[in-house]
């Protein structure tokens, strides 16, 4: 149901009474419509952002898009104006990278503008780069990260 007529599958999850399963029906139709209607989807995803500021929907979102298509991902997260929700997106979007691609991930990354969030997500790709090839990983922060 979420993936043919999402907005429905919406409004039926938004009428349940727990918060946090609420939020996990959310993240899931949200990944779901991903696959079909990727710029749809994230643009749900940030408006949902910017009324519950602490949901990462526009993560799994953008996770199944990069997933799929990360060139039509990135101009999407591009595309957005520089801010709290292009922020979210590009946090979003390294995190989808970091795995693939740490290297392009940082470069997102480097790019969110709220220091600490910056600070965050650097630290988070590093960590995870350092597990996957310590070499490299170690390099790039010698290099000026």
Known sequence: MAMKFPEEAIRSVNLLADDDERRHALHDIGSSWAEKDPIRAATWALQMQKRETDSDYIGGVLGEWASNDAESAARWTESLAPGPARDSAVTAFSHALMDQ?????????????????????????????????????????ENGA
């Open 101 to 141: 691609d740490p290297e392009g991930a940082s470069a997102w990354a480097a790019t969110v503008q709220n220091a600490e969030r910056r600070n965050t997500v650097l630290q988070s790709i590093y960590m995870n780069w350092r597990r996957h090839d310590a070499a490299a990983a170690t390099e790039w922060l």
